[in-house]
C-alpha cells in the first residue's frame, strides 16, 4: 500500500516558521506531483503548494513569498517551509501525492494531517 505521513506540524507564534514534512511510502513505478492542501474549521480543503516531477511549483496567492515546497532527490518526501505564519494559516494541513503504483493505475493519495495553529 501507499502510506504518506506527516510531520512538523504544532502551536506557533505569529511571525513564526514551521516547517513540514512528508514521507512517501510504498512501492511506487511514477510520481507525478506532490503537494500540500489545508483545511480550517468549517472550510472547504483548499491547494497550498504542489511540486511536480519536473520540478514546476505552484503556490496559493495567500502564501507566495511565505512558503516554500520542495522535494528530495529520492522524491519520496515533500516538505513546506512556511515563513512569516499568519492566524490565518492555522489549519489541517494534509500531503498529497499524484502517483502511480507498480501494476496500478495513476491516483491521488492523501495523509492524515498535521495540524498547524499560528497564534499569540
Same mark, same amino acid.
Given at each position: 500500500q501507499v502510506q504518506l505521513v506527516e510531520s512538523g506540524g504544532g502551536l506557533v507564534q505569529p511571525g513564526g516558521s514551521l516547517r513540514l514534512s512528508c514521507v512517501v511510502s510504498g512501492t511506487i513505478r511514477s510520481m507525478y506531483a506532490m503537494g500540500w492542501y489545508r483545511q480550517a474549521p468549517g472550510k472547504q480543503r483548499e491547494l497550498v503548494a504542489t511540486i511536480t516531477s519536473g520540478g514546476n511549483t505552484n503556490y496559493a496567492d495567500s502564501v507566495k513569498g $511565505?512558503?516554500?515546497i520542495s522535494r528530495d532527490n529520492a522524491e519520496n518526501t515533500v516538505n513546506l517551509q512556511m515563513n512569516s505564519l499568519k492566524p490565518e494559516d492555522t489549519a489541517v494541513y494534509y500531503c498529497y501525492s499524484r502517483? $502511480?503504483?507498480l501494476g496500478?493505475?495513476? !491516483? !491521488?493519495?492523501? /495523509?492524515? /494531517? @498535521?495540524? %498547524? @495553529? %499560528?497564534s499569540s
Amino acid at each position: 500500500q501507499v502510506q504518506l505521513v506527516e510531520s512538523g506540524g504544532g502551536l506557533v507564534q505569529p511571525g513564526g516558521s514551521l516547517r513540514l514534512s512528508c514521507v512517501v511510502s510504498g512501492t511506487i513505478r511514477s510520481m507525478y506531483a506532490m503537494g500540500w492542501y489545508r483545511q480550517a474549521p468549517g472550510k472547504q480543503r483548499e491547494l497550498v503548494a504542489t511540486i511536480t516531477s519536473g520540478g514546476n511549483t505552484n503556490y496559493a496567492d495567500s502564501v507566495k513569498g $511565505r512558503f516554500a515546497i520542495s522535494r528530495d532527490n529520492a522524491e519520496n518526501t515533500v516538505n513546506l517551509q512556511m515563513n512569516s505564519l499568519k492566524p490565518e494559516d492555522t489549519a489541517v494541513y494534509y500531503c498529497y501525492s499524484r502517483l $502511480r503504483r507498480l501494476g496500478s493505475p495513476r !491516483d !491521488d493519495y492523501w /495523509g492524515q /494531517g @498535521t495540524q %498547524v @495553529t %499560528v497564534s499569540s
